[in-house]
């Protein structure tokens, strides 16, 4: 069965940087689109970013543009995004979504998510 | 950016009635909608996309409608399980700007 796990949260002091991964199973990895979705404690989901299959194309919510990337490894299975220049408004829980149908913009499956908390 | 509004904010059901949950884009987004389920401490579920197609695994009593700016989620029969908060995402953007609602909570009467 599908099984995304994330890793890498914690408390950040505004300013650092972070990286998360998340490592997948259960699929073929390298076929589909995978996505980072946030939810700040309390609030909605909001979409974070988006890279393509082979990793060579990649997107990202405005609010992330310049300080996070998204990148991937297919021959380990494994998502990543680095978050730098962290600020307080970053404080959520990390998702990484897999896609429904190679790109799509649907997220089929989910991650348990790590929770990330910005604060001095 | 496309902005989607949900509404209500709350919606009180009782158990075995039907829920109406609307959400509407800033612009057209064609059939590119999706709606997810997430219950308290858990993560989000899809339960349909393209407007109206049901994910695998969800229920019938899950129906989806709309497409434009104005969709609709229909619960026909409402479970004990199926009161949370439930979101609508649109995938319409190119580039890449996939924005949700704020979400609707569907807390029972």
């Known amino acids: 069965q599908v099984q995304l796990v994330e890793s890498g949260g914690g408390v950040v002091q505004p300013g650092r940087s972070l990286r998360l991964s998340c490592e997948a199973s259960?699929?073929?990895?390298?076929?589909?689109?995978m996505h980072w979705v946030r939810q700040a404690p309390g609030k909605g989901l909001e979409w974070v970013a988006v890279t393509s299959y082979d990793g060579r194309d990649k997107y990202y919510a405005e609010s992330v543009k310049g300080r996070f990337t998204v990148s991937r490894d297919n021959s380990k299975n494994t998502l990543f995004l680095e978050m730098n220049s962290l600020r307080a408004e970053d404080t959520a829980v990390y998702y990484c979504?897999?896609?429904?149908?190679?790109?799509?913009?649907?997220?089929?499956?989910w991650g348990q998510g790590t929770p990330v908390t910005v604060s001095s | 950016e496309i902005v989607m509004t949900q509404s209500p904010a709350t919606l009180s059901v009782s158990p075995g009635e039907r829920a109406t949950l609307s959400c509407r884009a800033s612009q057209s987004v064609s059939d590119n909608l999706a709606w997810y389920q997430q219950k308290p401490g858990q993560t989000p579920r899809l339960l349909i996309y393209g407007a109206s197609t049901r994910a695998s695994g969800v229920p019938a009593r899950f129906s989806g409608s709309g497409s434009g700016t104005e969709f609709t989620l229909t619960i026909s029969s409402l479970q004990s399980e199926d009161f949370a908060v439930y979101y609508c995402?649109?995938?319409?953007?190119?580039?890449?700007?996939?924005?949700f609602g704020q979400g609707t909570k569907l807390e029972i009467k």
């Open positions: 259960g699929f073929t990895f390298s076929a589909y689109a």
């Open positions: 979504a897999r896609d429904i149908s190679g790109w799509y913009g649907v997220h089929e499956y």
């Open positions: 995402q649109q995938y319409t953007n190119w580039p890449p700007m996939y924005t």
